[in-house]
Nanobody, 121 residues
Framework: QVQLVESGGGLVQAGGSLRLSCTAS????????MGWFRQDPGKERKFVAV????????YYADPVKGRFTISRDNAKNTVSLQMNNLKPEDTAVYYC??????????????WGQGTQVTVSS
Protein backbone atom coordinates (compact mmCIF):
# COMPACT_ATOMS: atom_id res chain seq x y z
CA GLN A 1 0.00 0.00 0.00
CA VAL A 2 1.28 3.44 -0.96
CA GLN A 3 -0.20 6.73 0.15
CA LEU A 4 0.60 9.83 -1.89
CA VAL A 5 0.27 13.48 -0.92
CA GLU A 6 0.82 16.30 -3.41
CA SER A 7 1.81 19.86 -2.61
CA GLY A 8 3.01 22.98 -4.38
CA GLY A 9 0.02 23.97 -6.47
CA GLY A 10 -1.25 27.52 -6.68
CA LEU A 11 -1.96 30.52 -8.85
CA VAL A 12 0.71 31.82 -11.22
CA GLN A 13 0.83 34.15 -14.18
CA ALA A 14 1.51 32.87 -17.67
CA GLY A 15 5.24 32.44 -18.19
CA GLY A 16 5.84 31.70 -14.54
CA SER A 17 6.97 28.54 -12.77
CA LEU A 18 5.72 26.15 -10.12
CA ARG A 19 7.22 23.07 -8.54
CA LEU A 20 4.88 20.28 -7.48
CA SER A 21 5.99 17.68 -4.97
CA CYS A 22 4.53 14.34 -4.06
CA THR A 23 5.52 12.51 -0.91
CA ALA A 24 4.90 8.78 -0.55
CA SER A 25 4.45 6.75 2.60
CA UNK A 26 6.02 3.35 3.10
CA UNK A 27 9.36 1.77 2.38
CA UNK A 28 8.53 0.48 -1.09
CA UNK A 29 8.55 3.81 -2.94
CA UNK A 30 11.69 2.91 -4.89
CA UNK A 31 9.88 -0.07 -6.45
CA UNK A 32 7.24 2.07 -8.12
CA UNK A 33 7.17 3.96 -11.38
CA MET A 34 5.81 7.43 -10.66
CA GLY A 35 3.63 9.50 -12.93
CA TRP A 36 1.99 12.89 -13.00
CA PHE A 37 -1.43 13.40 -14.55
CA ARG A 38 -3.78 16.37 -14.81
CA GLN A 39 -7.50 16.79 -15.13
CA ASP A 40 -9.76 19.63 -16.18
CA PRO A 41 -13.30 19.72 -14.77
CA GLY A 42 -15.54 17.36 -16.72
CA LYS A 43 -12.69 15.94 -18.72
CA GLU A 44 -10.63 12.78 -18.67
CA ARG A 45 -7.47 12.63 -16.60
CA LYS A 46 -4.50 13.01 -18.92
CA PHE A 47 -0.91 11.87 -18.75
CA VAL A 48 1.74 14.52 -18.12
CA ALA A 49 5.03 12.80 -17.23
CA VAL A 50 6.45 9.53 -15.94
CA UNK A 51 9.74 8.48 -14.35
CA UNK A 52 11.22 5.03 -13.90
CA UNK A 53 12.03 3.48 -10.53
CA UNK A 54 15.67 4.62 -10.54
CA UNK A 55 14.99 7.93 -12.26
CA UNK A 56 16.97 6.97 -15.32
CA UNK A 57 14.09 7.08 -17.77
CA UNK A 58 11.51 9.82 -18.19
CA TYR A 59 8.80 10.52 -20.73
CA TYR A 60 6.57 13.52 -21.29
CA ALA A 61 3.33 14.36 -23.00
CA ASP A 62 3.88 16.49 -26.09
CA PRO A 63 2.19 19.64 -24.67
CA VAL A 64 4.70 19.85 -21.80
CA LYS A 65 7.93 18.68 -23.45
CA GLY A 66 10.72 21.17 -22.93
CA ARG A 67 8.80 23.01 -20.18
CA PHE A 68 8.21 20.38 -17.46
CA THR A 69 10.77 18.18 -15.72
CA ILE A 70 9.98 15.17 -13.57
CA SER A 71 12.46 13.95 -10.96
CA ARG A 72 12.52 11.73 -7.90
CA ASP A 73 14.48 11.26 -4.70
CA ASN A 74 14.14 7.70 -3.48
CA ALA A 75 15.90 8.49 -0.21
CA LYS A 76 13.17 11.02 0.59
CA ASN A 77 10.26 9.16 -1.00
CA THR A 78 9.44 12.12 -3.19
CA VAL A 79 8.71 12.81 -6.82
CA SER A 80 8.63 16.34 -8.19
CA LEU A 81 7.36 18.13 -11.26
CA GLN A 82 9.13 21.36 -12.16
CA MET A 83 6.87 23.39 -14.42
CA ASN A 84 8.34 26.33 -16.32
CA ASN A 85 6.91 28.75 -18.88
CA LEU A 86 3.41 27.91 -17.72
CA LYS A 87 0.49 28.56 -20.01
CA PRO A 88 -3.23 29.07 -19.24
CA GLU A 89 -3.93 25.70 -20.83
CA ASP A 90 -1.82 24.08 -18.10
CA THR A 91 -4.55 24.96 -15.61
CA ALA A 92 -5.83 21.73 -14.04
CA VAL A 93 -5.79 19.57 -10.96
CA TYR A 94 -2.50 17.69 -10.94
CA TYR A 95 -2.19 14.20 -9.51
CA CYS A 96 0.79 12.02 -8.77
CA UNK A 97 0.38 8.28 -9.11
CA UNK A 98 2.30 5.06 -8.57
CA UNK A 99 2.40 1.83 -10.54
CA UNK A 100 4.68 -1.17 -10.76
CA UNK A 101 5.18 -0.85 -14.51
CA UNK A 102 6.29 1.99 -16.79
CA UNK A 103 3.24 3.30 -18.61
CA UNK A 104 1.53 6.47 -19.75
CA UNK A 105 -1.94 4.98 -19.34
CA UNK A 106 -4.00 6.37 -16.50
CA UNK A 107 -4.64 2.97 -14.87
CA UNK A 108 -2.15 3.56 -12.07
CA UNK A 109 -2.63 1.68 -8.81
CA UNK A 110 -2.25 4.51 -6.31
CA TRP A 111 -3.23 8.18 -6.56
CA GLY A 112 -2.80 11.31 -4.53
CA GLN A 113 -5.64 13.67 -3.74
CA GLY A 114 -4.56 16.24 -6.32
CA THR A 115 -3.34 19.82 -6.19
CA GLN A 116 -4.81 22.72 -8.15
CA VAL A 117 -2.66 24.66 -10.59
CA THR A 118 -4.15 27.82 -12.06
CA VAL A 119 -2.33 29.86 -14.71
CA SER A 120 -3.70 33.31 -15.42
CA SER A 121 -3.23 35.04 -18.76
Amino acid sequence: QVQLVESGGGLVQAGGSLRLSCTASGRTFRRYVMGWFRQDPGKERKFVAVISTNGGTTYYADPVKGRFTISRDNAKNTVSLQMNNLKPEDTAVYYCAAKAVFTTNNDYDYWGQGTQVTVSS
